[in-house]
Every structure is written in C-alpha cells, then in structure tokens.
C-alpha cells in the first residue's frame, strides 16, 4: 500500500535556529551536569558554521564529525555542516545505539577515504586520535576544533576562529549523512541518505514541543528524533548510555514527553522494580525497536506503559518501514506485528528465487520503495547493486502482510543474525575463531530466546594440547571483531558432524547444543 505526501517546505536547521532565537533565554539541551539555553546552542552552530566556511567548506563537500558520542557537540557539527550544504559522516563509532564500539584509527580514516570528507570537527577529547587519523590519509583534511561543549574556542587549522556570521542563507546538501553500521562482517559499511528524507522527518515531527531522551546515539535514529524535538521548540536529553533506574529518574524529573531505545531494553525497563513507582505521566510517546519483540513481553511493558508504546521497524538502508502505534498495542493479535507500512512508502513482499510479488499471507522477501531509502553504499558498487535494485530496497528479512495489511517478520535471509543493534554473520565469526591457534573448527549460528532477543552460539573443536578456555575465546573474538560478535555460549565438540556434501551439518550441531543447558567445558559429538 502507498500514497504521495508533498515534501515539507523549509530547512530544518533554520527552523531550528529561528525556534531557538525566539525564546533566548529557554533551557535546550541537558548533557552530564550542564544546561545550555537557546542562545548559547544558537551562536554554537553558528560559530562552527563560521569555521566550517572559513575552511572552505560548502555545498558538495563531507564534514566527518569526531566527538564524544552524544555530545552537544554532535548536534552542533550537524546542523553547522547542514547550514553549509555539507553531508556529514560521524566517524565517532559504529552502529550506534544500545551498544557502541570504539573503532581503530585505521577504519575512522578508511571512512573519511570513503566519503571524501576533507574537513573535520573534532572535540578536545578527540585531539590526539585526529592525528593519527591524519597522518594515514594521502591528503589532510581541514580541521575545525572545538572545546569543551558548547562555550569553547573554535579553531580553524590550528588557529581560533576570526569572526562569526550571523546570516548564513541554508543551503541544501545531496545527502544528510553517510551512516556507518557495523555490517554483518564487523566491517562498518558507509550509508548514503537522502537530505530531503531527514529534512521531512524533523520538520513533519515538529508539530508541539517535545522534550526527548537520548539514550542512543545522536548520529542515527536519535538524532532525527532529537532535531524533531528541538525544532518543536522543545529540548533535548543527552545521556551517553543506559542506566534504567536513571532513565526513570530523567523521565521524572525533566518531564520528558518522547524517547527511543531497543526491544532487550524495553524488556529490561518492564521488569524493573522502580518502573511502578515512577511518575511517568509526562511520557507521550516511548518508541521502540531494533529487533522483533516477544508479544508476551510487550504485554508485560503496556502495564508499567500504557498508551505510549510505539514499535518502529525499519532498515538503515530502506530507513522507516512499518509502526505499530499505541493503538495498535490495544489489540494483541496485532503485536505479533510490526504494524503498518509509513503511508509515504510501498512494500512488497517477493519471492527471492522469481522476484515476484507474493499475495496476502505467503512468505518472502521485505522489498521497500521510499522517499527514505539510501543512495548507495560508499566505495561498494556492487553491493549497492544488490541490494538497491530498479529503487527497491531489498531488505534481506523474510516477511508476509495478513488481510489488514499487517507486516510480520519472520527472520532474516542469508542466516545473518542480529545481536543487539549490529548485523553479524556468524561465518565471519567462524573465520575469526579457526584464526585462534586452539581452534580446529568451529560453527556459529544465531540462537533466539524466549523473548525473541538474538544472541550468538557456538560450537568448537579445539587442539588436543592446550585447548584455550571459553573466556579467551570471547576475548579473542572480541579482540578481533567487537563485543557483540562474541558468542554467548560455547560447547565444544570431539568432531562435527558432516554432510555428504563434506560440509559441518550446522542443523545437527545446533540440536546437539541446544541439548546442553549450559555451555560445556567437556566434549560433545563422536
């Protein structure tokens, strides 16, 4: 099902800045222990616009963004980079959200080769990694330093900035951002997205004031949500990870309005004691999402959130897909659901051998058609031709719509698992295993639990000498990869099983391991 909405008249960031010079003096963003007012926010993203234009930058070119993740400063660069015509790229981490990685300095300057970025902001815990940064690129970039948020020197090359324009005319950029996920290889892969997509989303949102949580980072969902809420009139919460009992206090004590955060952590809110007592009664809308939810556990957060819960489902590379709204939550047939498509976009679900449309009810391939898609991946032809095809996203998730035009997911193609907010394939983890000197072999596959949060298994032949301890397997992978491509549990294994066709049978390793309650030091198999 589709429909044509008209784009929303306007820049986003100059309805930002005429919001926050209309009231001055107003509280507009919270970070850490310090308040900052609509003016000082104001003359911030103008001050590094200034800097951004003294370097030379303008329509065309990339801004790369390093600075602490959820500072102040994010925002700024942004809407500074926005203002110019300049795309943005946050070289910060990966795939933000419930879990950020800290990337090497090798992959932060692969990302500013990929982008073309020739002009940085950087922040003053950030000072010594530009360097590094810097010294792995053929060309040096322009470098815009900032200090402490938000009241700080600017530098421009080293030098502080000379003079602040206040009259800068908007100028509209190709691509908002090129956002970087962790991919399913734990290689971050560069997405180009549209300007007008993130323009429309804030400036459509910005209907009353809000004031919104950010408790994943601002470079990607949240920070649309963020700018929606800024634009609005409203303010901004910046906290630079999740606490729940803190989430609480925070929704309490600043009369937060509007937050986003992950399905496992919905979970965790629910079933936390202090959810009963808090005084949530400024709450409008709690947005969640990332991964299918447990419609018992959904159940379970209506009661503690009554008529605020809403679930996104969309793709970094489709962008919003399907919401199941807090009316929709009323009805638990449809929790079963990821709600309707956006009204702004069309998806078909196809069969992935013919490419055909499948009716009501039959399985297949999530395509989506939108306004919101992406332009490519950067330096990869290829898989942007995979993947976006005659303007089709496909989205690589197996899905079908019922009679009411209800979407249903039902996992993922490729067995690509996703763990928390990152996309892993598990043979890349199997590569990364056999990599460790105690290895023989090892089969890694996706395991969903009761609440239908993924997390990653494995099974593992080890060396008859000096086998390692499961520990030092996480580590190394950890090492290697991230955290989240860790394996949760081990068992290991004599020998696998192996097919006539001389490959791990995987399907009988998973049911063999599913069989051991616990991971296992002793040895499984012939």
Same mark, same amino acid.
């Given at each position: 099902?589709?429909?044509?909405?008209?784009?929303?008249?306007?820049?986003?960031?100059?309805?930002?800045?005429?919001?926050?010079?209309?009231?001055?003096?107003?509280?507009?963003?919270?970070? @850490?222990?310090?308040?900052?007012?609509? $003016?000082?926010?104001?003359?911030?993203?103008?001050?590094?616009?200034?800097?951004?234009?003294?370097?030379?930058?303008?329509?065309?070119?990339?801004? +790369?963004?390093?600075?602490?993740?959820?500072?102040?400063?994010?925002?700024?660069?942004?809407?500074?980079?926005?203002?110019?015509? %300049?795309?943005?790229?946050?070289?910060?981490?990966?795939?933000?959200?419930?879990?950020?990685?800290?990337?090497?300095?090798?992959?932060?300057?692969?990302?500013?080769?990929?982008?073309?970025?020739?002009?940085?902001?950087?922040?003053?815990?950030?000072?010594?990694?530009? @360097?590094?940064? &810097?010294?792995?690129?053929?060309?040096?970039?322009?470098?815009?330093?900032?200090?402490?948020?938000?009241?700080?020197?600017?530098?421009?090359?080293?030098?502080?900035?000379?003079?602040?324009?206040?009259?800068?005319?908007?100028? !509209?950029?190709?691509?908002?951002?090129?956002?970087?996920?962790?991919?399913?290889?734990?290689?971050?892969?560069?997405?180009?997205?549209?300007?007008?997509?993130?323009?429309?989303?804030?400036?459509?949102?910005?209907?009353?004031? =809000?004031?919104?949580?950010?408790?994943?980072?601002?470079?990607?969902?949240?920070?649309?949500? %963020?700018?929606?809420?800024? +634009?609005?009139?409203?303010?901004?919460?910046?906290?630079?990870?999740?606490?729940?009992?803190?989430?609480? @206090?925070?929704?309490?004590?600043?009369?937060?309005? $509007?937050?986003?955060?992950?399905?496992?952590?919905?979970?965790?809110? &629910?079933?936390?004691?202090?959810?009963?007592?808090?005084?949530?009664?400024?709450?409008?809308?709690?947005?969640?999402?990332?991964?299918?939810?447990?419609?018992?556990?959904?159940?379970?957060?209506? &009661?503690?959130?009554?008529?605020?819960?809403?679930?996104?489902?969309?793709?970094?590379?489709?962008?919003?897909?399907?919401?199941?709204?807090?009316?929709?939550?009323?009805?638990?047939?449809?929790?079963?659901?990821?709600?309707?498509?956006?009204?702004?976009?069309?998806?078909?679900?196809?069969?992935?051998?013919?490419?055909?449309?499948?009716?009501?009810?039959?399985?297949?391939?999530?395509?989506?058609?939108?306004?919101?898609?992406?332009?490519?991946?950067?330096?990869?032809?290829?898989?942007?031709?995979?993947?976006?095809?005659?303007?089709?996203?496909?989205?690589?998730?197996?899905?079908?719509?019922?009679?009411?035009?209800?979407?249903?997911?039902?996992?993922?193609?490729?067995?690509?698992?996703?763990?928390?907010?990152?996309?892993?394939?598990?043979?890349?983890?199997?590569?990364?295993?056999?990599?460790?000197?105690?290895?023989?072999?090892?089969?890694?596959?996706?395991?969903?639990?009761?609440?239908?949060?993924?997390?990653?298994?494995?099974?593992?032949?080890? %060396?008859?000498?000096?086998?390692?301890?499961?520990? &030092?397997?996480?580590?190394?992978?950890?090492?290697?990869?991230?955290?989240?491509? +860790?394996?949760? =549990?081990?068992?290991?294994?004599?020998?696998?099983?192996?097919?006539?066709?001389?490959?791990?049978?995987? !399907? +009988?390793?998973?049911?063999?391991?599913?069989?051991?309650?616990?991971?296992?030091?002793?040895?499984?198999?012939?």
């Amino acid at each position: 099902m589709s429909a044509t909405r008209p784009p929303t008249a306007g820049h986003y960031v100059a309805r930002i800045l005429g919001a926050l010079a209309a009231d001055s003096y107003r509280p507009v963003v919270r970070w @850490r222990d310090e308040t900052f007012t609509a $003016d000082e926010l104001r003359y911030a993203v103008l001050r590094v616009a200034s800097a951004l234009h003294e370097a030379g930058a303008g329509p065309g070119d990339t801004v +790369a963004i390093l600075t602490a993740v959820n500072s102040p400063w994010m925002l700024v660069a942004r809407y500074a980079a926005h203002l110019l015509g %300049a795309t943005v790229v946050h070289i910060s981490g990966a795939n933000h959200g419930t879990v950020t990685h800290e990337l090497p300095v090798a992959a932060r300057a692969r990302m500013i080769r990929e982008t073309g970025a020739s002009f940085v902001v950087f922040d003053d815990a950030n000072a010594e990694r530009i @360097r590094k940064i &810097a010294d792995l690129l053929t060309e040096a970039p322009h470098l815009c330093g900032v200090g402490r948020p938000i009241r700080d020197t600017v530098t421009v090359d080293g030098r502080p900035l000379g003079h602040v324009r206040l009259d800068f005319e908007p100028r !509209v950029p190709e691509c908002s951002t090129v956002i970087y996920t962790s991919g399913s290889t734990g290689r971050p892969k560069g997405v180009f997205k549209p300007f007008a997509a993130w323009n429309d989303l804030v400036l459509s949102g910005a209907d009353e004031p =809000k004031h919104f949580l950010v408790v994943s980072a601002a470079s990607h969902t949240g920070g649309v949500l %963020a700018d929606m809420a800024i +634009a609005s009139g409203g303010s901004v919460l910046l906290r630079e990870r999740f606490e729940p009992e803190s989430f609480l @206090r925070d929704i309490e004590k600043w009369r937060i309005t $509007d937050t986003f955060i992950g399905v496992p952590l919905l979970y965790e809110l &629910a079933c936390h004691p202090g959810v009963r007592s808090a005084d949530l009664s400024s709450l409008r809308s709690l947005l969640y999402g990332g991964c299918p939810a447990s419609p018992e556990r959904v159940e379970q957060a209506l &009661a503690v959130f009554p008529g605020v819960l809403h679930y996104a489902y969309g793709t970094t590379e489709a962008g919003p897909i399907a919401m199941l709204t807090a009316d929709g939550h009323r009805e638990p047939a449809l929790r079963t659901t990821v709600g309707r498509p956006r009204p702004d976009i069309t998806v078909v679900i196809r069969d992935p051998a013919t490419g055909r449309a499948v009716p009501a009810g039959e399985i297949g391939e999530v395509t989506v058609r939108s306004p919101y898609a992406m332009r490519g991946y950067a330096a990869d032809p290829e898989l942007t031709d995979a993947v976006l095809r005659d303007s089709w996203v496909h989205t690589g998730d197996y899905g079908s719509f019922d009679a009411g035009g209800y979407l249903r997911l039902f996992g993922r193609m490729h067995d690509v698992v996703k763990v928390h907010d990152t996309k892993v394939a598990p043979t890349e983890v199997e590569k990364v295993l056999v990599g460790h000197p105690g290895v023989v072999d090892a089969c890694v596959y996706g395991h969903r639990r009761a609440d239908l949060v993924e997390e990653l298994h494995a099974g593992v032949v080890l %060396a008859a000498d000096g086998p390692p301890g499961f520990a &030092a397997l996480r580590e190394h992978v950890a090492r290697h990869m991230t955290p989240t491509h +860790a394996p949760v =549990k081990f068992v290991r294994w004599r020998r696998f099983p192996v097919s006539t066709a001389g490959k791990v049978d995987r !399907v +009988a390793v998973r049911r063999a391991n599913a069989l051991v309650a616990v991971e296992d030091e002793g040895l499984v198999g012939a």
